[in-house]
């Protein structure tokens, strides 16, 4: 089956230390990105990755860092530098095209971040 | 700098009505804008794509129309079921081809029998 897998799928984490948050896809897509959701509000983007070995900064990228190895797999570290960092942490991919016209963002099950 | 607003945030109606969400930015600069919906505690499905130059687009109960000179969208759904229960939100495309998405806060349905 193709699709995104995050894990794990429920994360604790004392103050101070820093935690990776995992995400695959095998939709053989380009893009990928990191979204951030707290309760009540939408989503808002951290990281996105339009191709290997490239990442750029989203919105709320302080205290977080990314990876792209590999097409497949695009990696979420919180860094104790978070200041808040308990939400819910949702990975995205889309086909990168040319014309753009079908870009669809499909999005894995989430990760749920607490700190104790 | 884009702003995605929906209204309500919340709505309750029984089984059987039809009901419209609504989505408002403040950019109209858009390249695309996409509804999802999420289930409590899961990640978030796509259930229309509408382009810029497009005015809507349906899928089975579901119509989504899009006016961006006004900055505005709604999610029509038809005869709603509890099975639609679950927050829809709606994100825009910023105007470039990879462009990022803005998400507006969602609105939370529920339906019951």
């Known amino acids: 089956d193709g699709g995104i897998t995050q894990s794990p799928k429920y994360l604790f984490r004392k103050e101070g230390q820093n935690v990776t948050l995992s995400c695959e896809q095998n939709l053989n897509h380009d893009a990928m990105y990191w979204y951030r959701q707290d309760p009540g509000q939408g989503l808002r983007l951290i990281y996105y990755?339009?191709?290997?070995?490239?990442?750029q900064k989203g919105d709320i990228a302080e205290g977080y860092s990314v990876s792209r190895e590999k097409k497949e797999s695009f990696p979420l570290t919180v860094t104790s530098a978070q200041k808040n960092p308990t939400a819910f942490y949702l990975c995205?991919?889309?086909?990168?095209?040319?014309?753009?016209?079908?870009?669809?963002?499909?999005f894995g099950p989430g990760t749920r971040l607490t700190v104790l | 700098k884009q702003e995605v607003t929906q209204i309500p945030a919340a709505l309750s109606v029984p089984e059987g009505e039809n009901l419209v969400l609504n989505c408002s930015f403040t950019d109209s600069a858009i390249y695309n804008l996409q509804w999802f919906r999420q289930d409590p505690g899961k990640g978030l499905t796509s259930l229309l794509l509408i382009q810029s130059s497009q005015r809507e687009q349906t899928s089975g109960r579901l119509n989504a129309s899009l006016d961006k000179s006004s900055g505005r969208s709604t999610l029509y759904i038809a005869a709603s079921q509890p099975g639609d229960s679950a927050t829809y939100l709606c994100a825009v495309r910023r105007g470039t081809s990879y462009g990022k998405l803005t998400f507006g806060q969602g609105t939370i349905l529920t339906v019951h029998p």
């Open positions: 995205a991919s889309s086909i990168r095209t040319s014309g753009g016209l079908t870009d669809t963002q499909y």
């Open positions: 990755s339009q191709i290997v070995n490239d990442f």
